[in-house]
C-alpha cells in the first residue's frame, strides 16, 4: 500500500485528491492519508475554482488526517510519498524537505522560480534515492501526446513550424499569483506549459525572444510573445495572455505544420489534416492530463520503476528556457542564449 499526503488543498489539491480517489476506486493499492494546508477552510474542502472544468465531483474531507504544519504531519504520519500543490515560490524548500525526510515527491508545475532552485531539488532526490517528479501535466494530455507520437514518428515528416497559445482572465484563486517574487507572472505560471511542450517535443533552442508586458500592479509579465531558434530553421512560436476580462474562459490551442500535414488543437478538438488525403480527428482519451499524470507517478513507486516522463532533469531545462525568455523580455526581445 503506497501511504500518500497531499500538501496545499486549492484548486489543484482538489483536482488531485479526485484522482487519487478515482485511482484507489479502479484498485491500485494507494491512499491518501494526510492533507495539509495552513487555510482550515480548504482543510474543510472549501477552496477556489481554477481556470479547467476538472469534472470534480466532490470528496469527504473527513476521511483524511488533516494538518496546518508540514513538520508536524511528517512527524506523525507514516509515508511514502507526498504530493505538492503549493505556491511556486515554496516548491523548492518543501520539496527538499520532504525528500530529506525520506519520500518520494510529486511537484506541481513550475517546478521552481530559478534554475539554481530546481538544481537543488534534483541533488536532494538523487541524494536521498527518491524520485521526484514536477507536474507538468500536458506530457500527459492526450492531444499533446499524441502531438509528441507525431513528431517522434515522421509520421508526416519534420516540423517547420508551429503556435503555441493559452490565456484567461487574470487569476483570483491566490494573491501570490500576483507578486512577480512569489509566481513569476504569467510566464512562469501560464506560459511555462508551452514552454515545456515546447522542450519536451523539440528539445532545448538555441535562443529565445521574448517581447512581453506588464499590465497588472505587482506582478510579472501578463502577455508575451516567444519565439524560439533551432538549428533546423523550424519557425515556433508561443503566446501567452492572463489579461483576458469579460467572457473570454480560458483557451489553449496548437497549430503545428509538418512537410506532409498538419495538426491542429482548438477548443478542444484535435484534427489532423494530411497534405494529400482527408483530415480526420483521432479517437482520444475525454481523461485529463491530470488523471494520467498521477495514475503514472504512483504506478513507478507502485513498479519500483525510475520516473522518466517529466524527471527533474527536464523540467529544470523547461525553467532555463523561461528565464532566458524573461532576460530577453526585460532587454525588449534581444535574442538570449538558452544554457545548457
Known sequence: MLRIALVGVGFMGRTHLENYARLEEEGLPIKVVAICDVDIEKLEGRAAGGNIDTGSNGLDFDRYHKYTSITEMLEKEQLDAVDLTLPTYLHKSVSVQCLKHGLHVLCE????????ECLE???AAE???KQLMIGQCLR?????EYL????????YGQVTNGYFYRGGSTPNWGEWLLQKDKSGGALLDMHVHDVDMIHWLFGKPKAVSCLARNVIAGGGYDMLSANYRYEDGKVLNAQA???LQGDYGFEMLYRVNFEQGNAVF??????INPNDGEGFTPELSEDLGYYFELKYFVQALLNHEPVTIAAPASTMGTIQIVEAE?????QQGEWVAVKE
Open 148 to 155: 509528441k507520437r507525431l513528431v517522434d514518428s515522421g509520421t
Open 241 to 243: 495572455d492572463w489579461t
Open 140 to 144: 500527459f494530455w492526450p492531444a499533446y
Open 109 to 116: 508545475k513550475p517546478m521552481a522560480l530559478h534554475a539554481e
Open 127 to 129: 541524494e536521498q534515492g
Open 266 to 271: 482548438q477548443g478542444g478538438k484535435l484534427q
Open 326 to 330: 524573461i532576460e530577453s523580455a526585460d
Open 121 to 123: 531539488m534534483l541533488q
